[in-house]
């Protein structure tokens, strides 16, 4: 089946400092890409939807200056958290949408220190 | 926007059935119902999807009535590594294009 990856899947940063997540489709290509956060215990929250080429589309509260997003090609779609900090540790999971179903990758946990 | 609505949490017993029936009343007519299966620090996992009727596969089985408000997920003789979160979603449309919004998921714990 198709298979979405995720780098780093654990990350360690200072408060300050900015990190990138990578998420690629790897056997298919996906024009579209979604980015989730999850916090223990919780649900997976949608932050944002980009297009291959496009601006990304933001859910409300979500900060696009602080969570940039990148989808430059239909298989690599990455999301920067900047100038992070502890509030934003969580579980980061893209997911990438085929012809009929959508796939999710396993996760980048981010902590913050 | 369609809204899902499931138990918390179920328990059950290694080789049981389990059924986990969702609730979605604003279902819209082009909607698709999918269940995915989450463990622990991992990404959801695709289980099934249908959109009337009864689906199966060689996981589980989908049942949704005719007027498409709920659906059941059925997962036959579930074994301790069944216990996992369980989110059922139906496919929602915006301006960027088809997404899928997560609910509160039902947290299964299988017991020997």
């Known amino acids: 089946g198709a298979v979405v990856s995720q780098h780093p899947s654990r990350v360690i940063c200072k408060s300050g400092t900015s990190v990138k997540i990578e998420c690629r489709s790897l056997?298919?290509?996906?024009?579209?890409m979604f980015w989730y956060r999850q916090f223990p215990k919780k649900s997976l929250m949608l932050m944002a939807t980009s297009n291959e080429g496009s601006k990304a589309t933001y859910e409300q509260g979500v900060e696009k200056d602080k969570f940039l997003i990148n989808h430059a090609s239909l298989t690599l779609s990455t999301l920067t958290v900047t100038s992070a900090h502890p509030e934003d540790s969580s579980f980061y999971i893209c997911?990438?949408?085929?012809?009929?179903?959508?796939?999710f990758g396993p996760g980048t946990r981010l902590t913050v220190t | 926007l369609a809204k899902t609505t499931q138990p918390i949490s179920m328990d059950s017993y290694e080789g049981q059935e389990v059924n986990i029936t969702c609730s979605h009343n604003?279902?819209?007519?082009?909607?698709?119902i999918t269940w995915y299966q989450q463990f622990p620090s991992q990404g959801p996992r695709f289980i099934i999807q249908g959109y009337k009727t009864k689906v199966t596969n060689e996981v589980a089985s989908l049942f949704i009535p005719a007027d498409r408000k709920s659906s059941t997920l059925s997962l036959p003789r579930v074994s301790l590594s069944d216990t996992a979160v369980y989110y059922c979603?139906?496919?929602?449309?915006?301006?960027?294009?088809?997404?899928?919004?997560f609910g509160g998921g039902t947290r299964l714990m299988v017991k020997p």
């Open positions: 979603l139906v496919a929602l449309s915006n301006n960027a294009g088809n997404m899928l919004t």
């Open positions: 997911s990438a949408r085929g012809t009929s179903e959508q796939y």
């Open positions: 056997d298919f290509q996906a024009t579209t």
């Open positions: 604003n279902i819209a007519t082009n909607d698709y």
